[in-house]
């Protein structure tokens, strides 16, 4: 069994900057990509940013793309999000899962586990 805790969220002003961790359990967690999505009220979860297993192709949003920055430390089973630059669009539940052994896919069907979510909320 696999679980993901996230940590990290907040409240945040915009322009300011937070990172996000999820912290996973078992032994697999350098076998699998992983990625984070996200979830604001009233509207679907979408795609944020993924990262290969080995961490050498990472993909992001484009709504995300030069402002956050995923990473992954396998020795400490751990993935970050670093987010910069925040806007008050990227208010939202954040979640981070685990991926498939190859590749690094933008779809949440793709995933099969799933952390409970860290809010982040940025005021204007």
């Known amino acids: 069994q696999v679980q993901l805790v996230e940590s990290g969220g907040g409240l945040a002003q915009a322009g300011d900057s937070l990172r996000l961790s999820c912290a996973a359990s078992?032994?697999?967690?350098?076998?699998?990509?992983m990625g984070w999505f996200r979830q604001a009220p009233g509207k679907e979860r979408e795609f944020v940013a993924s990262?290969?297993?080995?961490?050498?192709?990472?993909r992001y949003a484009d709504s995300v793309k030069g402002r956050f920055a995923i990473s992954r430390d396998n020795a400490k089973k751990t993935m970050y999000l670093q987010m910069n630059s925040l806007k008050t669009e990227d208010t939202a539940v954040y979640y981070c899962a685990r991926g498939p052994p190859l590749g690094v896919p933008v779809v949440s069907s793709a995933y099969d586990y799933w952390g409970q979510g860290t809010q982040v909320t940025v005021s204007s």
């Open positions: 078992g032994r697999t967690f350098s076998q699998y990509a």
């Open positions: 990262i290969s297993r080995g961490g050498d192709m990472i």
